[in-house]
């Protein structure tokens, strides 16, 4: 089991979780964390988001986000983190990041 954690800028992760929810794939496995509120936060800001993935749900969450950063118009930058038991590989993801590139890393993260 592949664990999964993005972070970022608080209102890009809001935007990400709501388009990542609507990934059939992904449906169902997206949480989000708040990190704590101090004394005078208007509110609660979003600390990661974190997905439990299987068997090839890396590379669609890595297509799916890479996809949602061609939407944007301002730059992007997310931290992907993957933990496979002992295994861990972070990347940044950016609006200039190649997905061929990402998925290769991920692939040779899995030993693929």
């Not at 890479?66 to 939407?71: A, K, S």
Request: glycine residues 8%; negative net charge; proline residues 1%.
């Amino acid at each position: 089991m592949t664990r999964a954690a993005l972070t970022g800028d608080d209102d890009d992760l809001r935007d990400l979780a709501t388009w990542l929810r609507d990934e059939d794939d992904l449906r169902g496995r997206v949480t989000v964390s708040n990190a704590p509120i101090h004394e005078g936060d208007m509110g609660a800001a979003i600390d990661a988001l974190t997905l439990v993935l299987g068997g090839g749900g890396a590379g669609v969450l890595i297509r799916s986000v890479f996809t949602y950063l061609t939407t944007r118009r301002k730059a992007v930058v997310f931290e992907l983190e993957l933990k496979d038991g002992d295994k861990e590989l972070k990347v940044k993801l950016t609006n200039e990041s190649k997905v061929d590139d990402v998925l290769a890393q991920a692939d040779k993260f899995f030993d693929k």
